[in-house]
Nanobody, 123 residues
Framework: QVQLVESGGVLVQAGGSLRLSCAAS????????MGWFRQAPGKEREFVAA????????YYADSVKGRFTISRDNAKNTVYLQMNSLKPEDTAVYYC????????????????WGQGTQVTVSS
């Protein structure tokens, strides 16, 4: 049974940094893409960042490019999202996802989702 468990979401001041973790289990993810999405209250879910578990290129939404970094630790089977220079508009529930095929930024590519972790950035 595939499980993605996010953690690390907290209340942080604008300009601060935070690292989210996504612990993956239940299968081998070497051929999968791993993505981070977020959903703010009253808004649609949006793409944040993605990468292939096997490594290589990373992909970012324009709104986070230069501030956020996606990475993974094979030994811990964990994907991270390092978030720097946080802004109030980054406030959202952040979701980790895993999937194969399709565009990295499209949610429908991802067949597995975590439960989400709340990030709140105060001004």
């Amino acid at each position: 049974q595939v499980q993605l468990v996010e953690s690390g979401g907290v209340l942080v001041q604008a300009g601060g940094s935070l690292r989210l973790s996504c612990a993956a289990s239940g299968r081998t993810f070497s051929s999968y893409a791993m993505g981070w999405f977020r959903q703010a209250p009253g808004k649609e879910r949006e793409f944040v960042a993605a990468m292939r578990w096997s490594g290589g290129s990373t992909y970012y939404a324009d709104s986070v490019k230069g501030r956020f970094t996606i990475s993974r630790d094979n030994a811990k089977n964990t994907v991270y999202l390092q978030m720097n220079s946080l802004k109030p508009e980054d406030t959202a529930v952040y979701y980790c996802a895993a999937g194969v095929g399709g565009s990295y930024s499209e949610g429908r590519r991802y067949g597995y989702w975590g439960q989400g972790t709340q990030v709140t950035v105060s001004s």
